[in-house]
């Protein structure tokens, strides 16, 4: 489909990937869809409905080891999340999954009024998100997704950064009684996390502390971070890196912290520029009164580059060295 | 869980119900009239239906509204709220006098239908939404086994939103005998004639082409409406009921008139229509008697 992928990773990076023992894990949608098998192997009220999306999702062991338990609707998203309202509304743990591209754009009237404004505890999963599919190009890009939802009311917004987070984001959604938006991508990612981390919708996770800079990132960003954080480590500088999982209800206390307890913030996300993380932190702080060195790195307001998810990410600086860089001009 | 019995509606004879209808369509009516906003000419046109439906058909009640086994309503056609707002005051679902506060600051009477109203199932209003909607409802209520049915009332101008062919795709490739999707073919659309403005005929095999059983009838005839609402298919598919209706049925003036879509009565016009609908009840009672 697309062309091989190039290092997402610069020799320098996968040093450091070494340097802090970080270890491979599966793509997050390739989590979520084992993850949720094993959910709905105990809950049979768990559906899920594709938009024949079953093999982008990984979910084909999921249709043959459930097949009650998987609905296909065709290539048809405005349908799928309507159905997947439905479900929802008659007691069904329903999941509609799709790529986040169609499913976000196409079918918003139908997240907006048969999911959130209905109020039924649906889960829409947007798959293969962000800039994903690479050079596939614009129509598969979902850059949008945060920006769109995050004004409408009543979702809770989750874009996982490694397998743990995904895990967790899975689970709270299964349980969850109103509308949960979930991102995943379809790179594997890397484990981000202390065994002893904890996942709760709307807390942000701290993956590294410090109190130079902070990384404030969403989704397969936040690696990048923590990369970039381990690099800035070796000229003196000490800089902290949440995860901010959960784009809405964001965690605003550990934002203000972070912007009383740092000399600067650099929101990370694999979304533009508009709507998304950066700008709700950004909101959250100038109407709080903290007003910290404050910049947003995402997809610019252009025409998107072409080029795999990794050449994107350098290309827009969202890798270790453009992180790197950035932070250390604004520390001067 | 009450027993399907109780949730069944109390018997009543076609011209009972046919009463019943001019009774609903002057309620309608007088919700528009006090809120000053409504639609007129659709509320109209789908009391007969509303009122099979709720009076005859649907395993539903008040008492028995959160039961998983009740049988389901969607009114795609969001719009015609004030129709379904009155057949639900009358069956028992909420008093009548909440009505007074349709559209009101702070009601809960929303122009459109919301789940906060007692009896109804979902927020509608934006149009295609429906069929989808029920197409997962009827596939939860084929896992759940209660033989609960689920109906959705389109409206013929909302059939040029594409979603709607989505779901009646959907519906007949996963078989949805449990299914029933109703038009309110009242041939009229807010800018005119739906032929002039994005011509859908012919609808019947249209839906026959997607594979459903077609049942077209006189959306006016109580007792058509009851055998074609009742009736399940001969085959495992979804039925569609194409409901031949007028637009603003019952008020001379209305009839078949565009501009009554969401038209509401000058206090002279809202008298004349009053008074049409009580001398049809008072000719129907004279048939009766
Ligand atoms: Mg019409």
């Not at chain 1, 409408?152 to 967790?168: K, M, Q, S, W």
């Not at chain 2, 389109?154 to 959907?170: F, I, K, Q, R, V």
Request: hydrophobic share 40%; charged share 20%; aromatic share 6%.
């Amino acid at each position: 489909m697309s062309a091989p992928a190039p290092a997402m990773f610069s020799p320098a990076a996968r040093e450091m990937i070494q340097q802090l023992g970080l270890t491979r894990g599966r793509a997050n949608q390739e989590e979520f869809a084992v993850f949720l098998e094993s959910l709905a192997r105990e809950n049979p009220n768990i559906i899920v409905v594709t938009s024949d999306s079953r093999g982008s999702g990984k979910l084909g062991p999921f249709a043959k080891s459930l097949p009650r338990q998987l609905i296909e609707v065709g290539i048809a998203e405005q349908n799928l999340v309507g159905i997947t309202a439905g479900l929802a509304a008659c007691g069904k743990k329903s999941f509609g999954v799709s790529p986040a591209c169609f499913l976000t754009a196409r079918s918003l009237e139908q997240i907006k009024n048969d999911i959130c404004y209905s109020n039924v505890p649906a889960v829409v999963v947007g798959i293969s998100a962000g800039v994903s599919y690479g050079a596939l190009g614009t129509t598969h890009h979902s850059l949008h997704d945060f920006a769109a939802l995050r004004a409408i009311h009543n979702i809770t917004l989750v874009a996982p950064a490694d397998n743990f987070e995904t895990r967790g984001a899975v689970l709270a959604a299964a349980k969850a009684g109103t509308p949960t938006y979930l991102r995943f991508g379809k790179a594997a990612m890397l484990d981000l996390h202390a065994p002893n981390a904890c996942f709760e919708p709307g807390r942000a996770i701290s993956v590294r502390s410090g109190s130079d800079l902070a990384f404030i990132a969403s989704g397969e960003t936040v690696v990048h971070c923590l990369l970039a954080a381990g690099f800035l480590e070796t000229k003196g500088l000490h800089c902290r890196v949440l995860s901010m999982h959960t784009v809405r209800p964001l965690d605003e206390a550990a934002l203000h912290q972070a912007a009383r307890e740092c000399r600067a913030i650099i929101c990370v996300e694999e979304h533009s520029i508009h709507g998304g993380l950066g700008e709700a932190c950004a909101a959250s702080l100038l109407q709080s009164g903290l007003h910290p060195a404050f910049r947003i790195v995402g997809i610019p307001d252009e025409d998107t580059v072409t080029g795999s998810q990794a050449d994107i990410f350098r290309h827009y600086g969202l890798s270790m060295e453009g992180l790197s860089d950035l932070a250390l001009k604004m520390l001067g | 869980m009450a027993s399907q019995n109780d949730m069944s509606p109390p018997a009543r004879s076609d011209s009972q119900l046919a009463l019943k209808s001019i009774h609903l369509r002057k309620r309608t009516l007088e919700a528009i009239f006090e809120a000053g906003a409504g639609h007129t000419g659709g509320g109209l046109s789908c009391i007969d239906i509303l009122n099979v439906l709720y009076n005859r058909v649907l395993k539903v009640s008040p008492e028995n509204f959160d039961s998983p086994g009740r049988d389901h309503y969607v009114q795609s056609k969001g719009h015609s709220v004030e129709a379904l707002y009155a057949v639900l005051a009358d069956r028992g679902f909420f008093p009548v006098a909440d009505l007074k506060s349709l559209c009101h600051y702070q009601s809960h009477y929303v122009g459109h239908p919301t789940r906060k109203i007692h009896g109804i199932e979902m927020n509608t209003g934006a149009l295609g939404h429906g069929l989808p909607i029920c197409v997962g409802m009827a596939l939860a209520a084929r896992m759940d086994g209660f033989g609960a049915r689920v109906f959705t009332l389109l409206g013929d101008g909302e059939l040029a939103e594409g979603s709607n062919w989505e779901a009646a795709m959907a519906a007949s490739h996963h078989k949805l005998d449990n299914l029933v999707a109703i038009i309110d073919h009242n041939t009229l659309q807010i800018s005119g004639h739906t032929r002039d403005v994005c011509s859908n005929e012919p609808l019947d095999e249209k839906w026959r082409a997607f594979g459903w059983e077609v049942r077209v009838v006189d959306g006016h005839d109580i007792g058509a409406l009851s055998t074609a609402l009742t009736q399940r298919p001969t085959r495992p598919v979804p039925v569609c009921v194409i409901a031949n209706t007028i637009k603003g049925k019952g008020v001379s003036f209305m009839e078949n008139v565009a501009q009554w879509h969401h038209g509401v009565p000058s206090p002279e016009e809202y008298q004349r229509a009053q008074n049409e609908l009580s001398a049809a009840e008072t000719r129907v009672r004279e048939v009766m008697a």
